[in-house]
């Protein structure tokens, strides 16, 4: 009786607010939704068709009057009317039944504004949250994989998402120093398909840069290299053409963005106080994010670092684990969501 009247009240929810994809724990229940963010709304109106997986279906395949389109930019709100109602549609779809509007924590990228900062608040409360929470992503990625956090001495994460790139430093439960990147999963794409188009004369989509970077990509040689088949427009001709491309070329396309990642993991290391760099040595990198499960990125880390690299168990969903065991501490919640702001 008391587990049914339980469940009409409110259950608190950890929000992955990811440019790529949105991830919801539910306390006592864990990971409930593993939604893409992106959302199809009817052309010159906030008609919102679909949200989620459905919506990514639509993305560069609609026709004039329905546009998908993905609200957040970066780790950050770049439509802020769609971002609402994208949370909305989630929120609704995990706490439907309830009495009470729920306690929210979203995680957020480090480096963003105080101006974002408020327009993810505000999201959050116009989509029926009760109270809201930031914790920064490096964070809630380390708490996500399990590192000891509350422990004095030197933990680093390196979170690779959709949008962002966040690194972190972390000792006695808080952030000695960090460093939020504009560099992720997305521009690995959009550097796929700037180099079909100028190495192949091949005009191909998102979608399928993506599909290009899972199947074949790597930031490290293979000890077998792959190939696969690409279809896409001939520039010159106007007409559909498949091509076959090899791993060797993505991995050489992908070099631009890589080193920008690596030299902000320089400059973390460099800006690391000693002690904490004496730590690092045993304990390494830990590694979190869709771009963590590029192939060969943890041997190129340590190349560069000299540094033993770890892969996180489920490195995509780290943030949300991390906001979810967040939320079984109220006052560490409190503290973090005061030195955030």
Known sequence: MWAQL???????????LGTANSLVYVRDQGI???EPSVVAIQAGTNNVLAVGEEAKRMLGRTPGNIVAIRPMKDGVIADFDVTGAMLRHFIQRVHHRKL???????????????????????????AGAREV????????????????????????????????????????????FSRSLR????????????????????????????????????AYPLEQELTMDVKGRDLSTGLPK?????????REALKEPLSSILEAIR????????????????????????GALLR?????????????????????????????????????????????T
């Open 6 to 16: 339980k469940g009409l009240f409110s259950n608190d929810i950890g929000i992955d």
């Open 32 to 34: 409930v939704l593993r």
């Open 100 to 126: 009470i509007a729920p306690r929210v924590v979203v995680a957020v990228p480090s480096g963003i504004t105080e101006v974002e900062r408020r327009a993810v608040k505000d999201s959050v409360t116009h």
């Open 133 to 176: 929470y930031l914790i920064e992503q490096p964070m809630a990625s380390a708490i996500g994989v399990g590192l000891p956090v509350h422990e004095p001495a030197g933990n680093m994460i390196v979170d690779i998402g959709g949008g962002t790139c966040e690194m972190a430093i972390i000792s006695l439960a808080g952030i000695v």
């Open 183 to 218: 560099v992720g999963g997305d521009e690995f794409d959009e550097t796929i398909v700037a180099y079909m188009k100028r190495a192949h004369n091949l005009m191909i989509g998102e979608r399928t840069a993506e599909e290009i970077k899972i199947k074949i990509g790597s």
């Open 242 to 250: 498949t091509i076959n491309v090899r791993s060797e070329e993505i």
């Open 267 to 290: 400059i973390t290391l460099e800006r690391c106080p000693p002690e904490l760099s004496a730590d690092l040595v045993d304990r390494g990198i830990v590694m979190a994010g869709g």
């Open 296 to 340: 060969g990125i943890d041997r190129l880390v340590a190349e560069e670092t000299y540094l033993p690299v770890h892969i996180a168990d489920d490195p995509l969903t780290a943030v949300a684990e991390g906001t979810g065991r967040v939320l079984q501490e109220l006052q560490f919640l409190k503290r973090v969501a005061s030195s955030s």
